[in-house]
């Protein structure tokens, strides 16, 4: 068992969430804590950034804190130990720096399969985060 799970997850896309989601849980048992994260994307361009109105990057952090808190309370029961978190900026780097800062056991992550030679094994944001991570990370498919 594991006291503390990062479980990064993008609620627009089931795979993320639905086989990991589980895992996640069963790893953590009935004292461990599962803290998800959901990150609102950098989009790595100023000239992007302009267009968009003022507050953009706050308010999105906001709207996917409360989705991921009703996402929380409708999958896992009254008495787990759930908390939710939000980053800002590049997939890998906010997942490690995250679980960094809550100093976590595992990273849980879903991987999609293959698609090209770059990503043989596993999907290019869980293939950085296991090249990188200095914790376990159990990659689910």
Excluded at 60 to 87: I, N, P, Y
Aim: glycine share 8%; proline share 6%; with cysteine.
């Amino acid at each position: 068992m594991f006291n503390k799970i990062l479980l990064p997850i993008d609620l627009n896309h089931p795979e993320s969430w639905e086989k990991a989601l589980p895992i996640a849980q069963r790893c953590a048992g009935t004292g461990g804590e599962v803290h998800l994260l959901g990150i609102v994307h950098d989009l790595g361009m100023a000239m992007v950034a302009s267009y968009l109105p003022e507050g953009f990057e706050k308010n999105a952090m906001e709207s996917l804190k409360a989705s991921l808190t009703d996402f929380a309370a409708a999958r896992f029961a009254k008495d787990a130990s759930v908390q939710v978190h939000v980053g800002y900026g590049h997939v890998p780097e906010t997942i490690l720096r995250i679980a960094g800062e809550l100093d976590a056991d595992l990273i849980v992550m879903a991987s999609h399969p293959p698609n090209d030679f770059q990503t043989l094994l596993v999907g290019s944001n869980a293939d950085k985060v296991v090249r990188h991570a200095t914790r376990p990370v159990l990659v689910v498919r």
